[in-house]
């Protein structure tokens, strides 16, 4: 494709140039907030403290949320002491260049596309590279809806991580270039987009569901005069808890999606639409675990922690599938080295 | 000297029996039994199986065949149909059958039931409001009624003891009706895999370019039928492959990768029928009836000429070779067993792109056919090909002597397309005269498979209603009160996290005139 302006090449190094770009500013959105949680250790915030012990009184079913009490994160600037402001400032600016970074991030994805002249899904760069902006994409809703500031850290330090992976890893960075003829069908794009999705929320559910086990474990061990830091500036651990529930209870169709789509496309390309090939397997297991998950959010003694638990062990294994299978396991679906 | 104890009253049978479908039905169990797939699902991603890899399995076998013994014994090269596994399955299944009787039972009387009625107090309720009406009761009753089944509440009216009119409303029934469907689905799902698998079968050809291939058990290379599979139902079609191009990346990190395969066969659905044309490609199989024929590989066929001894052609044709890797080192073994005196064969391997290295000597360097060769060993005696039926890529060297160099070493052959190397003494030669493709084709048929599709669409539309309807109760109290009409709102979700404030202010705002200065707050 040429479009006189820029060819398939110029779009490679586009591309390269913008992840490049992307996983710099992810970084310093990283750097952010890990000023924002060491600003908050000065912080006693007995706001928030008080604000926690709410959530601790049998809450009414539905009644107001205790996210957006004074002194939790994202609070009104006006209500806050110098030492908040501070934190607060550092967190607007982690956000703020999680966005940028996303806009940057999205043009490396977009800019692959045009440069291999198809979805840029072929190979295990490409899912890396779309399955982390899937994630930060995944974190930037769940920011506007529920209000998970909480989250950056964690958010910015996993994409980092994935995209710098990615990118400096010489058996697993390939230049934009053709399918191999097994990918050629509009399922690829079915099948790839809804796993990606569905991987972005996994990621995101299972950060909530980390933030939940630190949160409720310092709810039950720490006096009250002790609360000072970051995690005291969640909100309760039962409001994380929610938002990692909305975020699975969205993945976990989703992923149902991704895997029928899958068994779909490999009726046509293979003849049969499931073989227990392994990377099936693991979406299979990954399937059964976050069941589990859900289940056990409706078994008495099985809520909470345990489910908090599950939810970690499907994002394991949604993860190891994506990078343990493709490298330790051959099967039908090894493409192009690895 | 004996003691004397009451024993704790027995169970009986029927109480053992209860019991114990009561702990197999808990959610408890459910939940370790989930586990328990996953966990029993794993060995088979690591071990291979015969069902997936089978020649991985056969080098496992040649590998470690103490440990393959005891992988037969537990079943662990064929997991997914062991009876440890399908144990798991079952034992799941009949979990959830046991939790869906009683849940459909209990949904079903709570389908048919009314809204129950307002609690009380109203004013206890999570969210509550209250306000002074001009209208009359009546009208205001009316009112809320009517909005409430807008909004799709299933609504009753009554008068309550206090003489008050109260509007009960109900929704959300969709929430348990998703989950009973879910399950449900996924019982839909496994009967149509089983019936499809019991059925169906699954086979595999190797058809060289320029041949045919008719659908009959003799023509599979092999052939892996459903246990209830007839092989009379097998569609009457026959096909030939005409042509088929390959075309491989010639440069960059990618170099070597097939880039497209393409095969034009013409096929004839059934003896009569008019032959039709359809290029067979990756992602674009064949479908004839039931029945779907794949594309799923492909090889090289040298073709060869075998002469013996006395100068006579002993085989000639093309003999196709298994791909060994990426770069089309293929393995395979030409069998005269027309030559005379003695038979003759040949085992080796076909490089596609000839070249040479010091350690490996001989080896290909790319998949595409751009330097082809032979590389060869050759023995003469018995093939034993009168006995049982013999692989063709398999040599059974029990009664044959290998041809060798002075020296003692093997003889060697490097043959080059057109090229013909004389066997020692004598005895014969072998001619490269050409090159034919093949290509591996996949010939299978599931039936029912739209079942498990349908399935789980509806699984998932299931634990969509299932995850995100919310069961929701709202009432509307009209009372006289000092000669005023007070109006109470109130709501109860049965599901936390949704946004009952809001719902129950757009119920107050509806029921309310919009002209605030009527109304005295």
């Known amino acids: ?338 | 000297m004996r003691r004397t104890y009451t024993p704790a009253p027995a169970l009986s049978v029927l109480e053992t029996l209860r019991w114990a479908w009561r702990q197999l039905t808990s959610m408890r169990t459910a939940l370790i039994l989930l586990f328990l797939l996953a966990v029993a699902s794993i060995p088979g991603s690591v071990i291979p199986q015969t069902g997936v890899d089978p020649s991985a399995v056969f080098a496992f076998r040649e590998s470690s065949p103490e440990l393959a013994r005891w992988y037969d014994r537990l079943g662990l090269f064929h997991v997914y149909s062991s009876v440890w596994f399908s144990a798991v399955y079952v034992l799941l299944m009949v979990s959830l059958v046991g939790c869906f009787i009683p849940r459909a039972r209990q949904y079903w009387r709570s389908f048919r039931a009314e809204p129950p009625n307002a609690p009380r107090n109203l004013d206890r309720l999570p969210v509550h409001r209250e306000w002074t009406a001009v209208d009359s009761g009546a009208v205001v009753a009316e009112r809320a009624h009517r909005v409430l089944r807008d909004r799709r509440y299933r609504v009753r009216r009554y008068v309550d003891d206090r003489g008050d009119q109260v509007v009960a409303a109900e929704n959300g029934h969709l929430r348990e009706a998703g989950n009973l469907v879910f399950h449900l689905s996924l019982l839909v799902v496994l009967f149509g895999v089983a019936y499809g698998s019991l059925f169906g079968f699954k086979g595999g050809a190797l058809v060289v370019e320029g041949e045919g291939f008719s659908n009959t058990l003799t023509q599979y290379d092999e052939f892996e039928p459903g246990a209830w599979f007839d092989p009379a139902s097998l569609d009457p079609f026959t096909f030939t492959v005409d042509d088929f191009a390959v075309t491989f990346e010639t440069a960059g990190d990618q170099r070597g990768a097939p880039r497209s395969f393409q095969a034009d066969v013409s096929y004839v659905e059934a003896p009569g029928a008019p032959a039709q044309q359809y290029d067979l490609r990756v992602n674009h199989p064949l479908q004839i009836d039931g029945t779907s024929v794949f594309l799923v590989g492909h090889g090289y066929a040298p073709e060869v000429t075998v002469r013996d001894g006395n100068g006579d052609v002993a085989f000639r044709g093309p003999v196709p070779f298994l791909p060994q890797d990426s770069s089309y080192t293929s393995l395979g073994v030409i069998k005269a067993p027309d030559a005379a005196p003695q038979q003759l064969g040949f085992e080796g391997f076909f490089l596609p792109t000839v070249a040479f290295d010091e350690q490996r000597g001989p080896y290909s360097a790319f998949p595409d056919a751009l330097a082809p060769g032979l590389v060869l060993t050759a023995y003469h005696g018995d093939l034993q090909m009168d006995g049982q039926p013999q692989s063709v890529f398999v040599l059974d060297k029990e009664r044959l002597r290998q041809f060798e160099q002075q020296g003692g070493e093997p003889f060697r052959i490097l043959l080059r397309p057109g090229k013909t190397v004389q066997l020692p003494d004598g005895r014969g030669s072998i001619s490269f005269d050409g090159l034919s493709r093949a290509v591996r084709l996949q010939v299978s048929s599931t039936p029912a498979k739209v079942v498990p599709l349908v399935g789980v669409l509806a699984a998932i539309a299931g634990l969509v209603a299932s995850l995100f309807v919310r069961p929701r109760r709202a009432w509307v109290r009209v009372g006289r009160r000092d000669g005023d009409t007070v109006v109470q709102a109130a709501g109860l979700d049965r599901v936390a996290g949704g946004d009952l404030v809001g719902a129950v202010d757009d119920i107050v705002t509806a029921i309310r005139p919009r002209s605030r200065d009527m109304e005295h707050a």
């Open chain 1, 1 to 338: 494709m040429n479009t006189g302006l820029v060819d398939a090449g110029q779009f490679g190094y586009i591309s390269d140039t913008a992840f490049v770009f992307a996983t710099v500013v992810y970084a310093l959105a990283m750097t952010a907030h890990i000023a924002e949680w060491a600003s908050a250790r000065r912080v006693a915030a007995p706001a928030a403290i008080r604000a926690q012990e709410r959530v601790r009184e049998p809450e009414p079913v539905g009644a107001g949320s205790p996210a957006g009490a004074a002194g939790a994160v994202g609070a009104p600037v006006d209500e806050l002491s110098d030492e908040e402001l501070g934190t607060e400032r550092y967190g607007r600016v982690g956000v703020s260049l999680t966005v940028l970074a996303f806009l940057t991030h999205l043009v490396g994805v977009g800019a692959r596309a045009l440069a291999a002249e198809r979805a840029p899904w072929g190979n295990m760069f490409e899912f890396a590279t779309t399955g982390a902006l899937a994630v930060t994409a995944a974190y930037l809703v769940a920011l506007r809806l529920y209000r998970t500031r909480w989250l950056g850290l964690l958010v910015t330090v996993f994409v980092t991580i994935v995209l710098g992976i990615a990118m400096l890893t010489p058996a697993i960075y390939v230049a934009p270039g053709p399918l191999v003829p097994a990918l050629h069908s509009y399922w690829l794009v079915i099948h790839v987009a809804a796993a990606a999705l569905a991987g972005g929320a996994f990621c995101i559910g299972a950060l909530s569901s980390l933030l939940y086990l630190l949160k409720s474990r310092a709810e039950r061990r720490t006096a009250v005069e002790d609360r000072r830091g970051y995690l005291w500036r969640l909100p309760g651990s039962a409001e994380v808890d929610r938002v990692a529930y909305k975020v699975h209870a969205f993945a976990v169709p989703l992923w149902t999606f991704a895997v029928l789509a899958g068994a779909i496309w490999a009726e046509y390309a293979w003849g049969r639409y499931w073989g227990w090939d392994p990377k099936e397997t693991w979406a299979f297991i990954t399937w059964v675990v976050y069941a589990a998950y859900l289940h056990a959010r409706a078994t008495a003694g099985w809520q909470g922690r345990n489910a908090a638990i599950i939810a970690l062990v499907g994002f394991a294994t949604f993860l190891f599938n994506f990078v343990g299978i493709n490298l330790f396991a051959s099967g039908l679906h090894s493409y192009a080295g690895v």
